[in-house]
């Protein structure tokens, strides 16, 4: 089992500033890909940044510019900086890691989705 917690979520004035971070715990043997999406009411859940082990960075084309993705290996953790933010970036935030885990029988992939996190872009 592996457990995402996440945490940084809040109400911020439009052109303000929130970092994201989403701690992965468990019996990880490796993570490849650490994502962040997010979901707005009423729309379907929208991949907005990506973060693998080598390194290669994808961003959606809306916060381009703005978001800031990276990780800390050492402690299982994928950060969102986010900056200059907008009114339409009102969300909930979530992380998605994906890797490999020992399990009884030996070691199997897994993929994992954090709680959630509010943003809420607000004057």
């Known amino acids: 089992q592996v457990q995402l917690v996440e945490s940084g979520g809040g109400l911020v004035q439009p052109g303000g500033s929130l970092r994201l971070s989403c701690a992965a715990s468990?019996?990880?043997?490796?993570?490849?890909?650490m994502d962040w999406y997010r979901q707005s009411s009423g729309k379907q859940r929208e991949l907005v940044a990506i973060?693998?082990?080598?390194?290669?960075?994808h961003y959606a084309d809306s916060v381009k510019g703005r978001f800031t993705i990276s990780r800390d290996n050492a402690k299982n953790t994928v950060y969102l900086q986010m900056n200059s933010l907008k009114p339409e970036d009102t969300a909930v935030y979530y992380c998605?890691?994906?890797?490999?885990?020992?399990?009884?029988?030996?070691?199997?992939?897994?993929?994992?989705w954090g709680h959630g996190t509010q943003v809420t872009v607000s004057s």
């Open positions: 973060i693998t082990s080598r390194g290669w960075i």
């Open positions: 468990g019996s990880i043997i490796s993570i490849n890909e």
């Open positions: 998605n890691v994906a890797g490999r885990v020992i399990t009884g029988t030996g070691a199997s992939d897994f993929n994992s």
